[in-house]
């Protein structure tokens, strides 16, 4: 909720059909000019190169909206620009220069106004100079720029490519080249000065540093190593998980020489020190896209996030000061000082829009209603009863080192985990009792049964047994409640009905038993143990695949054999109970799933060297087969000493296929929801016109209004 719009008081439109990121804008004096205003650098994809300076033809100080002698340089570069970044770039001078990131080539520029009484009498000319260029050989994705090893008077430059590959360039030169471990795709990186060190996101959704220091030390002997790729992949200083990804990054300086790294994540905002520790975290409920971060001139951490829903939000520390609507999205956002007005507010929008707005107060038409309204009846007795709660946190803390350790529940992890003990029986099938799902027979093509116990070695209460499997399989019931649990051996035992519906296939197969419950201290705790349901319940054996539109095989080099009848031992005792349907080299199974397909796997031996051939007419159906596959052998504790996946065989064009189709439904849905917003706020205003209507004394005609509430709400 916002009450606050944003106003606008310089702006225009960068181009026609043009598409900016977050690395298209870059705020700098580049022109080194003696007053120290900074110019709005943007860089779109389309390879067009924009300067501007609000105001700069202006000789009384006043504002004014935008004028033709404000845009300072306009390029075209003939390539698409991915980042756009200012440093001290050249050796030979202590001036800001320009760096310009392209898919393949690196350039750093340097911008100067044009001395010429040619100029005099219409305005001033610039002049955009390539100083020197890096030729790429991996495609690049963003960069860094920064004094690398603590060097003064200069800054160096660091290119992420798209295969994790981390590029070094000192000026004019190149450096070294490294591979990120645990790489998938490319993220925010920043540089952390303090500690001369580089902070990304890996793919495993945790914060790394990387010392340059180790980096450099770390380089190959090769001179040539530009060219080569592999490489020596790095080894973090310290990681920290923080269970999703980064959007944005940034690292501001605080006081007594200390930093802090501000990642911004998909619903949670993350403040970590450069030593790894997580410093305060702030959880959002809704979705943001980017955010700029600066300290005032009281060393204040201020931290501007911009949400989804147009809306600007101004944090100190973890606490929100201000919130501000924006008339669009921006996809960048900057904090300059532009002529008069100190700390403006830059925006860019994903098509080009560029505006300095600062935080007005002119009432925003939507205003979101509060979910809730809390009434207080006496607010001397809530007041009295804050201060009783305020004696005993205060009397906690005081006294917090003498307490025991039950009494603060500081227990090792052992022994939470042995306060219940969950025992999950075999699987037995079940023919006749396809309806105990409550569920069409038609739909339901198998049924298991299991048995579930819990046991407890202290007296527990409030226990709740729930069971998740992967849609669709199905399971009930879902939840099942025990008051209670003594320490005398007393085991309670609960039975579950799974069942499998024709409608798409399951991702996994794997079944998680959830107990919490309330120890005799009275602390929640949380107890589980997963599963991995057969495989008879969503296959069956069936005829072997001739000729398949994809196929996937990859060689291994195994100690031991491999037999799939023995791998797959659940799918033969079930179905193969007279040895006959298969052998232990091949393996042929259909899904019950009406839009899957049949999958056929082979396996052929030559001493210890083996492949694996899969064949079948649906990528899904052939993925599944293959990830279970992969999870049987793992059980099975078949070691591999290596693994050579042939890439010809994969199916690179469907797989592309199926990752546009699900963009394009993404953007549906965002369209949808969009849609959803409007035709809300409409139905609410049309609510509050009638409302006024009905209260008033002296009733005047509805005018239709009825008939258009009808019509919104049909909507």
């Avoid at 049924?447 to 998740?468: K, Y």
Wanted: proline share 4%; net charge neutral; glycine share 4%.
């Amino acid at each position: 909720m916002s009450l606050f719009q944003a106003r606008d008081w310089w702006g225009l439109q960068c181009g026609n059909d043009e598409q900016f990121d977050q690395y298209s804008l870059c705020i700098a004096n580049i022109d080194n000019n003696p007053e120290g205003t900074d110019k709005l650098i943007v860089g779109s994809h389309s390879g067009i190169l924009r300067v501007f300076a609000p105001n700069s033809g202006t000789a009384d100080g006043m504002i004014r909206p935008y004028q033709p002698n404000d845009l300072l340089l306009e390029a075209d570069l003939q390539l698409p620009i991915l980042h756009v970044a200012a440093g001290f770039l050249l050796s030979a001078t202590d001036k800001l220069n320009l760096a310009v990131l392209h898919p393949r080539k690196l350039c750093v520029y340097s911008i100067a106004a044009t001395n010429s009484a040619t100029f005099a009498e219409h305005g001033s000319a610039y002049n955009m100079l390539l100083i020197y260029e890096h030729k790429l050989q991996r495609g690049a994705f963003n960069m860094v720029v920064g004094p690398f090893g603590h060097v003064k008077g200069r800054d160096f430059l660091c290119v992420q490519c798209l295969d994790g590959t981390l590029s070094f360039y000192e000026q004019e030169s190149f450096a070294f080249s490294r591979f990120l471990p645990n790489f998938l795709l490319p993220g925010p990186v920043i540089y952390s000065p303090q500690n001369d060190s580089f902070i990304v996101n890996s793919s495993n959704w945790t914060l790394e540093s990387y010392r340059y220091q180790s980096l450099a030390i770390a380089k190959d002997e090769d001179e040539d190593n530009k060219f080569k790729q592999t490489g020596r992949k790095a080894t973090p200083d310290w990681s920290l998980v923080i269970g999703e990804a980064v959007i944005d990054m940034s690292v501001v300086s605080l006081e007594r020489n200390a930093s802090c790294i501000i990642a911004l994540g998909e619903r949670n905002l993350f403040a970590v020190k450069t030593s790894g520790k997580l410093w305060f975290m702030k959880k959002f409920d809704f979705s943001p896209i980017c955010m700029y971060v600066y300290l005032t001139d009281n060393i204040d951490l201020m931290i501007l996030v911009v949400t989804e829903l147009h809306t600007l939000l101004v944090y100190n520390n973890d606490v929100l000061k201000w919130a501000t609507k924006l008339p669009f999205s921006p996809v960048a956002i900057r904090r300059a000082n532009v002529r008069n007005i100190r700390g403006s507010i830059i925006c860019l929008s994903e098509n080009g829009y560029l505006s300095s707005c600062y935080l007005g107060t002119n009432p925003s038409l939507h205003i979101i209603p509060a979910n809730s309204e809390i009434n207080i009846a006496n607010y001397a007795e809530t007041e009295e009863e804050l201060q009783q709660l305020k004696k005993i946190i205060n009397a906690f803390h005081t006294d917090s080192n003498a307490l025991p350790s039950n009494v603060l529940g500081t227990k090792s992890f052992n022994s939470l985990s042995s306060e219940v003990i969950i025992a999950i029986s075999e699987f037995y099938p079940l023919v006749d009792s396809t309806t105990k799902l409550g569920r069409k027979t038609s739909d339901m093509k198998s049924l298991l049964t299991i048995n579930i116990r819990l046991q407890a070695s202290v007296p527990v209460t409030n226990l709740r047994l729930m069971v998740h499997i992967t849609c669709p399989l199905y399971v009930e019931p879902k939840v099942v409640t025990y008051p209670a649990i003594s320490m005398n051996g007393n085991v309670v035992e609960s039975q579950f009905f799974i069942g499998f519906s024709d409608y798409f296939l399951p991702q996994d197969l794997k079944l998680t038993a959830l107990v919490t419950y309330v120890t005799s201290e009275g602390f929640p705790r949380v107890a589980q143990k997963s599963v991995n349901l057969p495989l008879y319940l969503v296959a069956r054996y069936c005829s072997p695949v001739k000729e398949a539109e994809y196929s996937l095989s990859f060689d291994v080099i195994c100690q031991s054999n491999t037999e799939l009848k023995q791998v797959f031992s659940d799918l033969s005792d079930f179905f193969d109970t007279t040895n006959t349907l298969t052998d232990g080299f091949s393996l042929n199974v259909s899904f019950y799933d009406q839009n899957s397909a049949s999958v056929s796997v082979i396996v052929t031996s030559r001493a210890m060297q083996h492949k694996f051939k899969f064949k079948s007419d649906s990528m899904a159906s052939l993925a599944f087969v293959a990830r279970e596959l992969m999870r049987r052998l793992a059980a099975h504790n078949i070691r591999y000493d290596t693994a050579s996946l042939n890439k010809n065989s994969f199916p690179v064009d469907a797989y592309l296929r199926t990752v546009e189709n699900h963009l394009n439904v993404r953007y549906k849905l965002m369209e949808e929801e969009q849609t959803l917003s409007n035709i809300t706020s409409q139905f609410r205003a049309l609510q509050k016109r009638l409302l006024v209507k009905l209260k008033d004394r002296n009733p005047s005609p509805l005018t239709n209004l009825d008939l258009m509430i009808e019509a919104t709400h049909n909507k």
